[in-house]
């Protein structure tokens, strides 16, 4: 694939930013400034705009946050591959859409998988009972949230989840995090 063809295909997939690679504080602050800048040039009401934004946010802070729940073995090349991810963001007449991908160990798949299955189940006033719950409780993750993170990106999406996990050895995964956001 040459970049034309690599051109062509954001182009058709209607690709507004992608990346690939390792995930820093400054580059989540770069991105949410280009995207809040893209969105200001492409005239969506401010309700889409904030909607978009706050998913955005949540997306990459769970990119940031989780990319080192895991120690990896092995060569400097693996490690860094391991512990980088990667994100896209689409727009077409109907929504946006927020796509993330990273590692994730073996031993999380299971727990990353009831949550997002349970929150899917809800529907939109149970999603928010479940969200004040959470809240209320007052549990702090090791991350330092409450893991409101899929219940919020759910909650503001107004969505169901799409993931995807894909085995690519004995011991890692890869997440692949899908959201929907309508802008009606």
């Known amino acids: 694939m040459d970049t034309f063809d690599l051109y062509s295909l954001m182009e058709r997939d209607h690709v507004l930013l992608a990346f690939k690679g390792s995930i820093t504080s400054d580059l989540l602050t770069s991105v949410l400034q280009i995207m809040e800048s893209k969105m200001d040039d492409l005239n969506d009401a401010p309700k889409t705009k904030r909607r978009v934004f706050n998913v955005l946010v949540e997306c990459l802070q769970n990119l940031y946050h989780h990319i080192d729940d895991f120690q ?33 160990h073996k031993s999380n798949v299971s727990t990353v998988t009831e949550k997002i299955d349970f929150i899917n189940s809800l529907n939109k006033d149970e999603l928010k009972q479940h969200y004040k719950k959470m809240l209320s409780n007052g549990e702090m993750s090791e991350k330092g949230g409450g893991g409101l993170g899929f219940i919020d990106i759910a909650k503001k999406s107004g969505e169901k989840l799409i993931y995807k996990i894909r085995e690519i050895d004995p011991n890692y995964s890869f997440f692949t995090l899908t959201v929907k956001i309508s802008k009606n």
């Open 72 to 104: 990896i073995e092995g060569e400097p090349m693996e490690v860094a591959l391991k512990k980088s991810a990667i994100f896209s963001i689409s727009r077409t007449e109907e929504s946006y859409n927020i796509i993330t991908g990273n590692f994730i």
